[in-house]
């Protein structure tokens, strides 16, 4: 399968924001914590074109603080042609760094047709390829190790959440009432989703444990001082399934990809059986269009037009003072990286060797960064209520089903799905729904998708990243 849009434009990203790219750097190859989970985007490359990226910038950043040196010697002394000189090769350097971005490396091998990531030279350092490896272990692997409070990090902002309990005491007429497994219920409902044709449906299971629950927990931290594991054995996952845990849940991942990876839809369903009832739980993630900025790529002709180039030097004049300013810093954080590098480690290997806890959670996905704040074409936003309602026809038919081959009255299964489905959403308390230009229930009013919780759900992180 080629790779997504979603993993072009996120190599395309870190080539042209240079904040981006450090923040890919320094969270994605972290020596202890477990990596991001990304559905239908490859890291690797991502990883690989930053680290490419930012050492281009270093010589971007290096050439400024010189210049920049140069210019406020002109204004120390009173020569203020070296001062407007010094500006102006200030912002050359910017317009040259930007086109060798934008032509030499963008428009040259992140085009559809030349998109290769498979040829990607692979650093040097081992630790780096060490670290690679984690990584597409994690995208491959079945256990999610998040930070903070939202269990499902990196698969997009929470569009709709319900939970239900039903009675499994009370039999149908005529018949009688079979004790069943929440693995039974489980196995059924994925059985029924299988045929889905919504998209590019991967169906899976997955373990969601919190970062600073695993210290003891050998299931998933075999050393303490290495990353968690990306993936456990699947009689774990069913054993949870039977007996849940507290802090480790497992989840039926119904991820729904369509656009060509630019719009994700995730749905996490959860089954517990009590001695009287059942309680399902669902829950829908959606991964938003990459935004429009990082999709030039596919905009770029072989050779800049007038208004391409005069698009990008308007671009350096707004970016040179920003880039100015950060330069003497940004080089001296360059040559210390190495030793901060160091103490960073040794940081982190004291706080897991005596601090009660230590978070070996993932940092925030790239993919969730870029995101966009809203729908960028009508279609998608019909496509996404097309995910979410045929997945929840598809559940609640095949939660009807089983629990009548059990002899279970499935009168209040349907009374509950039709104020689910006619309502809009059910949210358990505590719960927040939102979606993206649709109302949900009675007297609601339509508001904008993801410009709202998005924002709430990378706070912080886009302040740290911003447009370099």
Not at 57 to 78: P, S
Not at 285 to 291: N, T
Not at 419 to 441: D, E, F, K
């Amino acid at each position: 399968m080629p790779p997504s849009d979603a993993t072009r434009y996120l190599c395309a990203a870190v080539q042209l924001n240079s904040k981006l790219a450090g923040q890919v750097v320094r969270d994605i190859l972290d020596d202890y914590k477990a990596p991001p989970w990304s559905p239908d985007v490859d890291l690797v490359p991502v990883v690989l074109h930053a680290l490419v990226a930012r050492k281009r910038q270093f010589i971007r950043d290096l050439l400024l603080a010189l210049l920049l040196l140069g210019a406020l010697w002109g204004l120390y002394t009173a020569r203020p042609l070296v001062f407007v000189i010094g500006l102006a090769l200030c912002w050359v350097v910017v317009v040259g760094e930007t086109l060798v971005a934008t032509y030499g490396v963008v428009s040259r091998e992140l085009h559809p047709a030349r998109f290769h990531p498979d040829r990607l030279p692979r650093p040097s350092n081992s630790g780096v390829r060490r670290r690679l490896e984690r990584v597409t272990a994690a995208g491959r692997g079945n256990v999610s190790v998040y930070s903070g409070y939202r269990p499902f990090a990196g698969s997009g902002t929470p569009i709709d959440a319900w939970s239900i309990v039903l009675d499994t005491d009370q039999a149908a007429a005529g018949e009688t009432a079979k004790y069943f497994t929440a693995l039974e219920v489980h196995d059924f409902v994925r059985d029924q989703l299988r045929d889905l044709r919504t998209g590019d449906v991967t169906i899976t299971d997955r373990v969601f444990v919190d970062g600073r629950d695993i210290r003891e927990d050998g299931r998933f931290l075999p050393d303490q001082l290495t990353p968690p594991v990306a993936e456990v054995d699947r009689a774990l996952l069913r054993s949870l399934t039977i007996e849940p845990e507290d802090r480790a849940r497992p989840y039926l991942c119904v991820q729904v990809s369509g656009w060509r990876g630019q719009l994700v839809q995730s749905s996490f369903l959860r089954f517990v059986v009590t001695p009287h009832e059942l309680f399902v739980e669902a829950s829908h993630c959606l991964l938003a269009p990459v935004r429009d900025e990082f999709q030039e790529v596919d905009r770029l002709l072989p050779q800049p037009t007038v208004g391409q180039a005069l698009r990008i030097g308007w671009r350096a004049v707004r970016r040179t003072p920003g880039h100015v300013v950060r330069a003497p810093f940004a080089t001296v954080a360059h040559f210390m990286g190495p030793a901060m590098a160091e103490v960073q480690r040794v940081r982190q290997q004291r706080q897991i060797l005596t601090a009660l806890r230590f978070d070996y959670g993932a940092p925030t996905s790239p993919r969730e960064t870029v995101s966009d704040q809203q729908y960028q074409r009508y279609f998608q936003k019909l496509d996404q209520a097309l995910f979410s309602k045929v997945i929840d026809k598809r559940v609640f038919q095949s939660l009807t089903e089983f629990l009548e081959s059990k002899g279970i009255d499935t009168a209040d299964l349907t009374q509950r799905r039709t104020t689910i489905q006619n309502t809009g959403v059910y949210v358990a308390a505590g719960g927040s729904v939102t979606a993206g230009s649709i109302a949900a229930g009675s007297g609601a009013r339509a508001t904008s998708v993801i410009s709202r919780v998005a924002n709430a759900a990378r706070q912080g992180v886009n302040e740290a990243v911003g447009k370099s």
